[in-house]
């Protein structure tokens, strides 16, 4: 291992040098949006039914997300009164006892009136994009731009891993995240959007940056820039989703496990790295930011906390999480359409298939978070099937369209020659 101790120590100072850059971002984004425009958007989205209050959405075709985060991302950072810096790394938000919709439509009518509640653990960079979207348009707008977003991320990803491992095997990766997980819905929650066009977009560059043959220290640092970026926007949605891929696609193009775990090492280190900064960060804009209680205190119970919707037994994460992904909407086309299609698949091969393995321990680790939340956390278990399945297909040398068709026609004259036998 001390071949790559050049590139981690490159790869770390990339990460050190990026944290003030964030600092920057974060401390001086409220310099640059109305907030009056900004509430202005949000009445106006609440009186067309872009936003709705209470639990329980109408409008499916726009709020059928995960409303809780949409709306509570639209108010951090509005708090009146407060300093660019304060606003940008406390990153306070409007809370009540009801619904997080409740409590932005009552801020946004009077922002005094309600009560604020810093949400300092994270850095919330995904506002460098959308607060000033949300602030110079609507924000039907700023949803629809997610979708653009997600759209260009996604197709993005899919021609650099097709151009890596096939067609086939790139069907077998995508399908199961696009009928076994929330995918077509993450659109309509801006968080959700940003950190998965983040997760697609870099195992893209990654994909490309092995096919064309980039050394080692290329992808070490590679790994360890998109573990930090991806820190920086996500609200600890699918963390493990990406190193996963990453992993995946260095060991199909036979880059050896050594440089694989490095990289997985190094994308989570730049990812907790990058984590403790921001905390770091809130202590010096706010002394008063208390790590133990704030940060300590909320990852215990992240981690086994005691909840109505958590079991605590070995693998009730991972078994609650893939059968979340199992009783999605999707599974009654993707069913039908394998059994059509039976594509004789071969058990795929141990050393090729363990990144998705990857999920299953951060699941077992975060079981308190990953149960709560699972109708967000089952898009890493999906993509886990997707590894899973891409393996499959890697190992039956079925990388093209024509081959897959093929194959599943000579296993159903098979079918029907063993039946008139």
């Not at 050190?16 to 106006?44: C, E």
């Not at 199961?176 to 993450?186: A, E, G, T």
């Not at 770091?280 to 704030?294: C, H, N, Q």
Request: aromatic letters at 12%; hydrophobic letters at 55%.
């Amino acid at each position: 291992m001390k071949r790559y101790f050049p590139a981690v120590l490159l790869a770390g100072l990339l990460v050190v040098a990026l944290q003030p850059v964030y600092f920057l971002l974060m401390s001086n984004l409220d310099r640059v949006i109305s907030h009056n425009g900004t509430w202005a958007h949000i009445r106006n989205a609440f009186d067309s039914g872009v936003l709705e209050t209470s639990f329980h959405s109408k409008n499916f075709w726009i709020t059928g997300g995960d409303r809780f985060t949409d709306c509570y991302s639209l108010g951090i950072g509005l708090q009146p009164g407060v300093e660019a810096a304060a606003a940008g790394i406390t990153a306070s938000r409007p809370v009540s006892d009801g619904h997080s919709c409740d409590d932005l439509k009552a801020a946004a009518a009077d922002p005094i009136s309600v009560t604020w509640y810093r949400y300092s653990r994270y850095w919330h960079g995904y506002r460098v994009y959308s607060a000033p979207v949300a602030s110079a348009l609507p924000i039907l707008a700023l949803k629809l731009l997610d979708l653009l977003l997600l759209a260009t991320a996604a197709i993005f990803f899919c021609l650099e891993a097709a151009k890596l491992i096939g067609v086939s095997p790139t069907l077998g990766l995508c399908l199961p995240v696009l009928f076994m997980s929330d995918f077509v819905r993450i659109w309509q929650v801006t968080p959700h959007a940003v950190s998965t066009a983040v997760i697609l977009g870099g195992a893209a560059v990654f994909a490309a940056a092995i096919r064309k043959r980039a050394p080692d220290l290329v992808l070490i640092v590679v790994a360890a820039a998109a573990g930090s970026l991806f820190n920086f926007v996500d609200f600890l949605v699918n963390p493990p989703w990406m190193p996963m891929l990453l992993a995946f696609f260095l060991l199909a193009a036979g880059r050896g496990a050594p440089i694989t775990l490095v990289c997985v090492g190094v994308w989570f280190s730049a990812y907790g790295a990058t984590w403790a900064a921001k905390w770091v960060g809130a202590y010096l804009v706010e002394p008063s930011f208390d790590i133990k209680s704030d940060v300590i205190g909320t990852a215990l119970f992240r981690i086994s906390g005691d909840n109505v919707k958590v079991w605590h037994f070995p693998l009730a994460a991972t078994v609650k999480v893939f059968t979340n992904a199992f009783l999605s909407w999707g599974m009654l086309i993707l069913l039908p359409a394998l059994i059509f299609f039976r594509v004789p698949l071969r058990r795929p091969r141990f050393a090729l298939a363990w990144p998705a393995l990857i999920p299953v321990v951060w699941f077992e680790i975060l079981s308190n978070h990953s149960q709560i939340h699972s109708f967000f956390v089952s898009r890493s278990a999906a993509a886990a099937i997707g590894v899973t399945a891409a393996s499959a297909l890697i190992a039956a040398n079925v990388t093209d369209v024509g081959a897959m068709f093929a194959a599943a026609r000579g296993s159903q004259e098979d079918l029907r020659t063993q039946e008139v036998q």
